[in-house]
């Protein structure tokens, strides 16, 4: 083999750096889970925001794409941790959706909207 296929040596300072982005990125997944568990067994959401949730879903998905947009090399790993962290963003969006418009009651509820709820203004009608 050539030199110019064999990688390059990292120095260790960037191996450092990404062992500590791997960590912090494994234990954010991981951090995720107190909150999703909260918003599920409250049987009430209201605490929690949805503009934040969706708008931290649609940054961690953009920048999965943003950093996979490049033709014919394969997703880096910075993609899947963005993939990952918009994963538990939609879980968190979802939750809170069915706390707030279906009561947390019974299957996710997009054909009974309007029938065990008055939707989004349900907390207004019943004062919860």
């Known amino acids: 083999m050539s030199a110019a296929v064999l990688p390059a040596?990292?120095?260790?300072?960037r191996r450092l750096l990404a062992w500590a982005f791997a960590v912090s990125n494994g234990a954010r997944l991981l951090a995720?889970?107190?909150?999703?568990?909260a918003i599920y067994s409250s049987a009430e959401a209201t605490q929690h925001s949805l503009?934040?949730?969706g708008t931290w879903l649609a940054a961690?998905?953009?920048?999965?794409l943003?950093?996979?947009d490049r033709p014919g090399a394969r997703p880096p790993?910075?993609?899947?941790v963005?993939?990952?962290?918009a994963l538990m963003c939609l879980a968190a969006v979802v939750?809170?959706?069915w706390h707030r418009w279906c009561g947390g009651e019974g299957p996710p509820c997009p054909s009974t909207f309007g029938v065990r709820s008055a939707g989004p203004w349900r907390a207004a009608a019943t004062g919860r």
């Open 60 to 64: 961690n998905a953009t920048m999965a």
């Open 66 to 68: 943003w950093l996979c």
């Open 77 to 80: 790993h910075a993609a899947l």
């Open 51 to 53: 503009w934040t949730w």
């Open 9 to 13: 040596a990292q120095p260790a300072s």
């Open 95 to 97: 939750l809170i959706v």
């Open 82 to 85: 963005s993939a990952g962290n």
């Open 32 to 37: 995720y889970l107190p909150t999703l568990w």
